[in-house]
């Protein structure tokens, strides 16, 4: 619901406006219900005792085996009609007042203010796990993230000349966002008390692929011997949360400079505090440091295996109540500012273009956006404490820096043109910046149970200290050939890299349109309109494609893990051969595609 009131004073223009939005929600997500099981690597590597994960997986040997469960009800027994069933059923409600007044003190200049109140409320709390409040993680179930917010905001126009050819502006305000209301669902359906988690570490069941897809029912629900099992996950959001707070200052002038042509140039600042993000406050402080890469670690010294791994909950606080307690927070911090530059020209009367540049630099401690709470920590590299985001600037122990979608410079030429016999063709030409993106350890080497966030020591090749991490002393070969290919491990060798260092390559990319319009009766026309998506790219399929080294896959990974050496305190590693290795992604209209429409206009 929204409604406004428009009230116009002498040289003031009054609006007054209440908005009200109301949404519901029922989410049955349940993850990992059906189980999973992973298969590794055993014995040493170049040796006679070494069998690979896909062998271990063709001869159904699984090392781990993981799943979620309903929480068993008063029998003490799963799969039977009085299980839990992890439902969220909630709704949230929005309240926004506001006030503007765009005061006219002469017809050159208008002034506009403004002020907002928005009020969010979440009615639908979860119930308080009592086990979890007086356990030694002391946490509240029951938090539901509402808040108020009051922001107020101040622009301008001004037309210099007084001739309507030219304008400068600006603006700045304080702007709140939301957070994902999918990430309250995940807190209900995770107080502690309505999943539970099922960890066979090192002992997983042997698997019978035809029995689970005939009757789920026969899908594991305790380990192979000993096993970690029957932790639940928690998700809870902090008492203290609160929404993304962002001030925005902007400046822009527009300038006619020469007949048709027309000049504009932005400039934009924002700085972002209060946005939302996760800790797990299961996972131990720093128990020690890897000795060469001066790594924290999350598990005690004396808990370490010569094989790397850590045994499960070896690294919690509270290891056999609870597994990963997840909270949302809001200390996650950006900054980004853009200048942009633009001129547009017009022809004649049948032909336009425009072009348009703009250099953007988003800086951030987490890009996290989306949608499972565990999320937060597996894409956000870590250089050891996957808690510690760090304040801006702090790049080396922290997370700070590019934002995952930073694209610094981008171009763009687009141009129209009217031809005979009813038909319109027009294009576009961009050329942008690729995405940042992070070399990575294959394996859990802070201890926090993620395999897929840690960020890379990178070995200086010239260090011999650090050659002694290389399990296979003839990697250091591979390690030179990617130094050559990548400055970005040059800057940082003998460093845990920091995150987003590294940059994929500039994509040019071309789309056109032709259109066609003819009357087929009086006061009534068809359109017929063929798009062309990356035309360079349909006319030969190795041009203008669309690859780049993503944040989130395996060739991003420069080293594997391989074991732990208890003597000297430094993790062993191996180098990845399909490190740095593109491949084809996005949509496909990013790559070469073509549609074609037909419009009937009455």
Same mark, same amino acid.
């Given at each position: 619901?929204?409604?406004?009131?428009?009230?116009?004073?002498?040289?003031?223009?009054?609006?007054?406006?209440?908005?009200?939005?109301?949404?519901?929600?029922?989410?049955?997500?349940?993850?990992?219900?059906?189980?999973?099981?992973?298969?590794?690597?055993?014995? !040493?590597?170049?040796?006679?005792?070494?069998?690979?994960?896909?062998?271990?997986?063709?001869?159904? &040997?699984?090392?781990?085996?993981?799943?979620?469960?309903?929480?068993?009800?008063?029998?003490?027994?799963?799969?039977?009609?009085?299980?839990?069933?992890?439902?969220?059923?909630?709704?949230?409600?929005?309240?926004?007042?506001?006030?503007?007044?765009?005061?006219?003190?002469?017809?050159?200049?208008?002034?506009?203010?403004?002020?907002?109140?928005?009020?969010?409320?979440?009615?639908?709390?979860?119930?308080?796990?009592?086990? =979890?409040?007086?356990?030694?993680?002391?946490?509240?179930?029951?938090?539901?993230?509402?808040?108020?917010?009051?922001?107020?905001?101040?622009?301008?126009?001004?037309?210099?000349?007084?001739?309507? $050819?030219?304008?400068?502006?600006?603006?700045?305000?304080?702007?709140?966002?939301?957070?994902?209301?999918?990430?309250?669902?995940?807190?209900?359906?995770?107080?502690?008390?309505?999943?539970?988690? %099922?960890?066979?570490?090192?002992?997983?069941?042997?698997?019978?692929?035809?029995?689970?897809?005939?009757?789920?029912?026969?899908?594991? !629900?305790?380990?192979?011997?000993?096993?970690?099992?029957?932790?639940?996950?928690?998700?809870?959001?902090?008492?203290?949360?609160? @929404?993304? *707070?962002?001030?925005?200052?902007?400046?822009?002038?527009? *300038?006619?400079?020469?007949?048709?042509?027309? =000049?504009?140039?932005?400039?934009?600042?924002?700085?972002?505090?209060?946005?939302?993000?996760?800790?797990?406050?299961?996972?131990?402080?720093?128990?020690?440091?890897?000795?060469?890469?001066?790594?924290?670690?999350?598990?005690?010294?004396?808990?370490?295996?010569?094989?790397?791994?850590?045994?499960?909950?070896?690294?919690?606080?509270?290891?056999?109540?609870?597994?990963?307690?997840?909270?949302?927070?809001?200390?996650?911090?950006? *900054?980004?500012?853009?200048?942009?530059?633009?001129?547009?020209?017009?022809?004649?009367?049948? %032909?336009?273009?425009?072009?348009?540049?703009?250099?953007?630099?988003?800086?951030?401690?987490?890009?996290?956006?989306?949608?499972?709470?565990?999320?937060? &920590?597996?894409?956000?590299?870590?250089?050891?404490?996957?808690?510690?985001?760090?304040?801006?600037?702090?790049?080396?122990?922290?997370?700070?820096?590019?934002?995952?979608?930073?694209?610094?410079?981008?171009?763009?030429?687009?141009?129209?043109?009217?031809?005979?016999?009813?038909?319109?063709?027009?294009?576009?030409?961009?050329?942008?910046?690729? *995405?940042?993106?992070?070399?990575?350890?294959?394996?859990?080497?802070?201890?926090?149970?993620?395999?897929? $966030?840690?960020?890379?020591?990178?070995?200086?090749?010239? $260090?011999?200290?650090?050659?002694?991490?290389?399990?296979?002393?003839?990697?250091?070969?591979?390690?030179?050939?990617?130094?050559?290919?990548?400055?970005?491990?040059?800057? $940082?060798?003998?460093?845990?890299?920091?995150?987003?260092?590294?940059?994929?390559?500039?994509?040019?990319?071309?789309?056109?349109? =032709?259109?066609?319009?003819?009357?087929?009766?009086?006061?009534?026309? &068809?359109?017929?309109?063929?798009?062309?998506?990356?035309?360079?790219?349909?006319?030969?399929?190795?041009?203008?494609?669309?690859? #780049?080294?993503? +944040?989130?896959?395996?060739?991003?990974?420069?080293?594997?893990? #391989?074991?732990?050496?208890?003597?000297?305190?430094?993790?062993? @590693?191996?180098?990845?051969?399909?490190?740095?290795?593109?491949?084809?992604?996005?949509?496909? !209209?990013? +790559?070469?595609?073509?549609?074609?429409?037909?419009?009937?206009?009455?």
């Amino acid at each position: 619901f929204i409604d406004n009131l428009h009230v116009s004073t002498g040289n003031h223009d009054l609006k007054f406006g209440v908005h009200f939005n109301s949404f519901s929600y029922l989410n049955f997500f349940f993850f990992n219900q059906f189980g999973e099981f992973e298969f590794e690597d055993t014995g !040493t590597r170049g040796t006679p005792t070494f069998v690979s994960a896909l062998s271990n997986l063709e001869n159904q &040997i699984g090392d781990d085996f993981s799943r979620n469960l309903p929480f068993p009800g008063p029998d003490g027994l799963f799969n039977t009609a009085d299980d839990v069933t992890p439902l969220a059923d909630y709704s949230t409600r929005e309240f926004g007042f506001y006030v503007q007044d765009t005061w006219h003190p002469s017809n050159q200049l208008s002034i506009t203010t403004g002020l907002r109140y928005d009020i969010t409320t979440l009615p639908d709390k979860a119930p308080l796990n009592d086990d =979890l409040l007086n356990s030694q993680l002391a946490l509240r179930t029951d938090v539901a993230p509402g808040d108020k917010n009051l922001s107020p905001r101040v622009s301008f126009t001004y037309d210099p000349t007084g001739e309507g $050819n030219a304008q400068i502006r600006g603006g700045v305000g304080l702007f709140f966002g939301r957070f994902p209301s999918v990430l309250y669902s995940n807190s209900l359906l995770n107080t502690g008390a309505n999943q539970v988690f %099922l960890n066979c570490s090192n002992s997983a069941p042997f698997p019978d692929y035809a029995s689970y897809a005939a009757d789920p029912t026969t899908i594991p !629900t305790e380990c192979a011997g000993s096993g970690f099992a029957f932790s639940p996950n928690v998700n809870v959001f902090a008492e203290d949360f609160e @929404y993304p *707070r962002t001030w925005k200052a902007s400046f822009g002038v527009d *300038r006619e400079i020469g007949t048709g042509l027309t =000049l504009s140039a932005d400039a934009l600042y924002s700085t972002t505090s209060q946005n939302f993000h996760v800790q797990n406050a299961n996972i131990r402080p720093e128990e020690f440091r890897s000795a060469v890469e001066d790594r924290p670690v999350s598990v005690p010294f004396d808990r370490m295996e010569d094989d790397g791994g850590f045994g499960f909950g070896r690294n919690l606080i509270e290891r056999f109540d609870f597994n990963q307690a997840l909270v949302h927070v809001s200390n996650a911090e950006a *900054r980004s500012w853009q200048l942009s530059l633009g001129l547009n020209k017009r022809m004649t009367n049948w %032909l336009s273009w425009q072009f348009g540049y703009t250099f953007n630099d988003a800086r951030d401690n987490s890009s996290y956006s989306c949608c499972i709470s565990s999320t937060a &920590i597996f894409e956000t590299p870590t250089a050891g404490n996957s808690n510690e985001l760090g304040d801006p600037g702090d790049e080396r122990i922290g997370s700070w820096g590019p934002a995952d979608f930073n694209r610094t410079h981008t171009f763009v030429l687009s141009g129209i043109a009217d031809l005979p016999a009813g038909f319109q063709v027009s294009g576009i030409w961009r050329t942008y910046s690729g *995405r940042p993106w992070t070399p990575m350890v294959d394996g859990d080497v802070n201890g926090d149970g993620n395999d897929d $966030n840690d960020r890379a020591y990178i070995l200086d090749v010239n $260090n011999p200290a650090d050659l002694a991490l290389l399990e296979d002393p003839g990697d250091a070969a591979v390690l030179q050939d990617f130094y050559n290919q990548f400055s970005c491990l040059k800057e $940082n060798a003998g460093m845990i890299i920091t995150r987003n260092a590294c940059s994929n390559d500039f994509f040019t990319k071309l789309d056109m349109r =032709l259109k066609w319009r003819g009357e087929i009766a009086s006061g009534q026309a &068809i359109e017929i309109i063929v798009d062309a998506f990356n035309v360079l790219n349909l006319i030969n399929s190795d041009w203008s494609r669309k690859t #780049e080294i993503s +944040q989130f896959g395996s060739s991003r990974n420069l080293l594997e893990m #391989e074991g732990f050496d208890t003597v000297t305190g430094n993790f062993l @590693y191996s180098v990845n051969p399909s490190f740095g290795e593109e491949t084809a992604i996005g949509f496909r !209209t990013t +790559q070469g595609s073509a549609q074609v429409g037909v419009k009937i206009l009455f």
